[in-house]
T-cell receptor, first 115, second 112 residues
Framework: QQQVKQSPQSLIVQKGGISIINCAYE??????FPWYQQFPGKGPALLIAIRPDVSEKKEGRFTISFNKSAKQFSLHIMDSQPGDSATYFC??????????????FGKGTKLSVIP | DADVTQTPRNRITKTGKRIMLECSQT?????MYWYRQDPGLGLRLIYYSFDVKDINKGEISDGYSVSRQAQAKFSLSLESAIPNQTALYFCATSERGLTGYTFGSGTRLTVV
């Protein structure tokens, strides 16, 4: 059972354009939604995260938009650069007790930004 | 030095062999995790540990076992490796609560 569905699987964007990656979740208990960025040969690294009490969070060129009623959230990369070319994973989690949680990941989106 | 170190970085092993992947961390985090990454399937949780005395199965634990030797060390074992365990394996750590994970650089395992 896939609890976090991510689309598209791959994305090609021109330099300077906007990259948009979407995720949908099923478990209404999820209350933490991070995005991870992974470069080839490296482990995923936390990029930006949001809690459901806000509808948008922006950090530099990266913005998360969150729609609680639709159970969807998305990553927007403004002014996309070739250095943004990587695989992006959305994830979701809930506090499973004792202050601990486990992340459920989407299947990933391979972003290529072409000059 | 990396905050989360995985060894080996690459390993080729034969079907039926026992193999151990090791993970050590200097973050001082209580929580440690093992994930498997396959193309098109994302990251799937194998096992996780909230402290030295706590071990929990994840989504795909069959064929794997783990050992939490210390707060800083969490190893993953394949008792009898099979080809469909060929994958990229990641160890991760986190603090308590809803915070991000810190991932290691991964171990690429090939079972022939």
């Amino acid at each position: 059972q896939q609890q976090v569905k991510q689309s598209p699987q791959s994305l090609i964007v021109q330099k300077g354009g906007i990259s948009i990656i979407n995720c949908a979740y099923e478990n209404t208990a999820f209350d933490y939604f991070p995005w991870y960025q992974q470069f080839p040969g490296k482990g995923p690294a936390l990029l930006i995260a949001i809690r459901p009490d806000v509808s948008e969070k922006k950090e530099g060129r990266f913005t998360i938009s969150f729609n609680k009623s639709a159970k969807q959230f998305s990553l927007h990369i403004m002014d996309s650069q070739p250095g943004d070319s990587a695989t992006y994973f959305c994830a979701a989690s809930t506090d499973s007790g004792a202050g601990s949680y486990q992340l459920t990941f989407g299947k990933g989106t391979k972003l290529s930004v072409i000059p | 030095d990396a905050d989360v170190t995985q060894t080996p970085r690459n390993r080729i092993t034969k079907t039926g062999k026992r193999i151990m992947l090791e993970c050590s961390q200097t973050k001082g985090h209580d929580r440690m995790y093992w994930y498997r990454q396959d193309p098109g399937l994302g990251l799937r949780l194998i096992y996780y540990s909230f402290d030295v005395k706590d071990i929990n199965k994840g989504e795909i634990s069959d064929g794997y076992s783990v050992s939490r030797q210390a707060q800083a060390k969490f190893s993953l074992s394949l008792e009898s490796a099979i080809p469909n365990q060929t994958a990229l394996y990641f160890c991760a750590t986190s603090e308590r609560g809803l915070t991000g994970y810190t991932f290691g650089s991964g171990t690429r395992l090939t079972v022939v």
